[in-house]
């Protein structure tokens, strides 16, 4: 069983579109995961548009991996240190803490994560 950040269950991030480095709907992880991909976000137009000029393009459909892009609203497990990064450029996503894997606590505080909360912010 998955935990969260909060110290209960992993509750899925999203189903449509399909996340989590493992495709099964949460920010599941393992030692394969070198990315991290932990952190369960609602993305925005703003972040997407950071992610790409980062070298991320979260937006384009990608069909050869079953990829449809991204739109702002969508739920995404996120790199840690993507949403780390994003962070301190003032274009962190709002964070779903349920969804978001402890593993995340490696990479950023929980007090970050908190103040980024979907629930605490909007």
Known sequence: MAFNVL???????????????YR????????????????????????LAYSASRGNDLSTPRPEYRFRGLKPGDRWCLCA??????????????????GTHERALDFVSLQALQARALDAVG
Do not use: I
């Not at 962070?87 to 962190?92: K, R, S």
């Open 7 to 21: 110290g209960t269950t992993l509750v899925p991030c999203s189903y449509d579109p399909l996340t989590g480095f």
């Open 24 to 47: 099964d709907g949460c920010c599941n992880t393992a030692d394969d995961d070198t990315g991290s991909h932990v952190v369960c976000v609602k993305v925005t137009a703003e972040f």
């Open 81 to 98: 240190l993507r949403w780390r990064e994003a962070l301190v450029a003032g274009m962190a996503p709002l964070v779903v803490l349920e």
